[in-house]
């Protein structure tokens, strides 16, 4: 089934666990009406997560890191 253009194939859950002093606990962040990340923005933040994002040239990667999650 092709779901080009369709707004649901967009959506994605995601959910970031971490200790307290690395993950900002008990937030929500964006809700459906008002979406904050896509699906290309996963790759970016786990790059941020591991540390190696600032190493990646710019325009190689699309999407954002979602680090609103981070402290």
Known sequence: IDHTGD???????????GPQGKVVQNQTVGSQASPVGQAIDIVPTIAH???FLPDIPGGLLSGNALTQAFV
Do not use: Q, T
């Open 7 to 17: 707004d649901n194939s967009r959506r994605i859950f995601a959910m970031v666990v």
């Open 49 to 51: 997560i591991l540390g």
